[in-house]
């Protein structure tokens, strides 16, 4: 779902934003994610170089170490950050 919000955000709150610029190997990278519907799991790993697939010049993948926990399965479109 795409919104336009016009005003501000009240409070403390934080909207998470997108950037297309490369994640650069080596980069530390967390995922947010919650398993078959369960409960929300957190993953950390270091982004690495691997054949991924491209359009153009830009990477469509990322792959990722896990030094601690993985994405498990049910995770598909679970945050990268």
Same mark, same amino acid.
């Given at each position: 779902t795409l919104l336009r919000?016009?005003?501000g955000l009240q409070g403390n709150l934080f909207w998470?934003?997108?950037n297309s &610029?490369?994640?650069t190997n080596g980069?530390?990278?967390t995922s947010v994610h919650?398993?078959?519907g369960s409960?929300?799991?957190i993953s950390f790993a270091? &982004?690495?170089d691997g054949a991924g697939c491209t359009l153009g010049s830009q990477p469509e993948t990322i792959n990722a170490a896990w030094?601690?926990?993985v994405t498990e399965p049910g995770s598909s479109g679970g945050g990268l950050f």
């Open positions: 919000l016009t005003g998470v934003g997108w &610029a490369a994640i980069a530390q990278v919650h398993p078959d409960w929300k799991r270091t &982004a690495t030094s601690s926990a």
